[in-house]
Structures are given as structure tokens and as C-alpha cells.
């Protein structure tokens, strides 16, 4: 079982960009799934999450411009991010809670994918 994330990359300020996450491997369900962040020096935060009956939750920081969606079928989370700002620079990271082999519920995490915004 495994998160790969894509996406990402070097955006100026006020661009937009699309973060996706697809789990894979033997699950039998897919509960909630989420982005996080985490800048150097800083701890990892939540960015956004969302339940397998789509109700979302969003850091203040980033209500307005940030828009979590979920592709059950492709097991795929996505984080679309519009009106970038310098302060949303960090390596952001998706999560899955999952139901496996066994009816066994985890986190899981995936790789980190860098998002650099530049003034």
C-alpha cells in the first residue's frame, strides 16, 4: 500500500497550481484524505482534508484559495491552489486513512512534493 503524490513545483506569486495523490495497493476502503505542509523550521499543519461524504475542512491561511477534491474511484485526492503566495513555499504531503488487507484502518503518508512560490 502506498500514497504517490505529483504536482508541484516553482509557481510565481498569484499562480496557480494542482497537487494529485493516488493510493494503490490492496484497500478496501478509502476514509478521509488530506494535504499537509511543512516549511523549514517549521511543523508539518494540516492544509485541508476531506470525508468520503466530500465535507471539507480548511486551514484559515488558506480558506478562498486552496480547493481539496477526492476522486474515489481513482483512490486520488487533489489539492487545487490558486493565488499563491511566498508563505505557501513548503513541501506539502498528502495522507489517507486507509481500510486494508485484514479490515485493518492506517495513515498513511505519501512522499512529499515541493511547492516553491516566488515573489
Known amino acids: 500500500v502506498q500514497l504517490q503524490a505529483s504536482g508541484g513545483g516553482l509557481v510565481q506569486a498569484g499562480g496557480s497550481t494542482r497537487l494529485s495523490c493516488t493510493a494503490s495497493g490492496s484497500i478496501f476502503r478509502v476514509d478521509d484524505m488530506g494535504w499537509y505542509r511543512q516549511a523549514p523550521g517549521n511543523e508539518r499543519e494540516l492544509v485541508a482534508d476531506i470525508s468520503p461524504g466530500g465535507t471539507t475542512n480548511y486551514a484559515d491561511s488558506v480558506k478562498g484559495r486552496f480547493t481539496i477534491s477526492r476522486d474515489d474511484a481513482k483512490k486520488t485526492v487533489y489539492l487545487q491552489m490558486n493565488s499563491l503566495k511566498p508563505e505557501d513555499t513548503a513541501v506539502y504531503y498528502c495522507?489517507?486513512?486507509?481500510?486494508?488487507?485484514?479490515?485493518?484502518?492506517?495513515?498513511?503518508w505519501g512522499q512529499g512534493t515541493q511547492v516553491t512560490v516566488s515573489s
Open positions: 495522507k489517507a486513512d486507509l481500510v486494508t488487507m485484514g479490515w485493518r484502518r492506517n495513515g498513511y
